[in-house]
Structures are given as C-alpha cells and as structure tokens.
C-alpha cells in the first residue's frame, strides 16, 4: 500500500452561511471529504469498468488514464448535495430526480477528491481494481492509500445506505 496522498479541500471552499451546519465545521467536512472520495471513486469505477465491458477485455493503463480522466471532467460538474425535507445533507448525488443544492464550494469537493484519484499515483491501483473485480475499491482508494475517510469501515459505508442515503437509496 502507497504513502497516504491526503485530498484537501482550500479555504475557498468553505460553506456558506445557512446551510445549518453542512460543510461549517471541521467534522462536516471531512464527513464531505470522505463521501466526494467515494462518489469519485465509483464514478471512475464504473466508468472505466464500463470501457473494459465494451472492449471485452482487461483494461491497459492508458485505456484507464484516459477514462478517468474524462470521468473527472464530468464529475464536478453533475454532482451535488442531496436535499431531503428542504434541508442540504451531506450525501452527493448526480441523480437528476433527486433534490440537490450546488454551488462551486460544493463541486470542489467532488473535483479535488476525483483529481487526487488520478493524480498518477494511484494509476496502476485503478487498473488492478478494476481488472480484479473491484472488491474494497472504497476503502483502498479512500481510506488505505488517501487516508481520506477515518476509517475504512468509514470508506465503505460513506453516501450509502449504511452511512447515509445515496443515490441508489432515494
């Protein structure tokens, strides 16, 4: 396992006022660091999983690189914070049913998290992932190589139903 790459979000990307409580304290936003982690990770998973499906085959690394890397192009811009009872949570989601709110403090968690992923570093991971199957994909990526989430029960329970309602959950 790789030195821990931590993803950081800047101070640009602090909450604004009103959100009760989403994003203004520290234990917030590493609850957003872990579930933008995620949501990144699947979204690159599922992506380049989806490129190796119609190809037939195993993925190469360039196959991979240029796949997350139009993944990552996407991801900032579809994502936001799930909205339940008018009310922002700490849950992405690019589920266009789903109420969200958005906002550029918002995506940038969801950016950085996805361009740490692809940073180079974790190349050769993403291809044996996904070339193994994808078991532990969270917690390796979130948790074991980014140290993003606390733990990686953390990891592998963040935007879930087991965390919290996630997109496959509403």
């Known amino acids: 396992v790789a030195a821990a790459t931590p993803i950081v979000v800047t101070d640009a990307a602090t909450a604004p006022a009103g959100l009760e409580g989403v994003g203004r304290d520290a234990a917030s936003r590493a609850r957003l660091r872990c ?26 690394l360039e196959l991979a690189v ?8 996407r991801v900032g811009r579809e994502f936001g ?20 709110t958005r906002g550029r403090w918002i995506t940038t968690y969801v950016s950085e998290a996805c361009g740490t992923l692809i940073d180079g570093e974790h190349d050769e991971a993403w291809v044996e992932l996904v070339n193994g199957g994808g078991d532990g994909r969270r917690e390796v990526m979130c948790f074991e190589r980014n140290r993003v989430c606390e733990s990686a029960e953390a990891a592998k329970n963040a935007n879930s139903a087991r965390g919290a309602p996630g997109r496959d959950e509403l």
């Open 35 to 60: 579930n933008a982690c995620v949501v990144a990770v699947e979204s690159i998973y599922d992506d380049v999983e989806g490129e190796r499906a119609r190809r037939g085959g195993r993925v190469t």
């Open 66 to 73: 240029d796949v997350m890397e139009r993944t990552c192009a």
């Open 81 to 100: 914070l799930q909205m339940r009872d008018d009310r922002v949570t700490e849950m992405f989601s690019d589920d266009a049913t789903v109420a969200r």
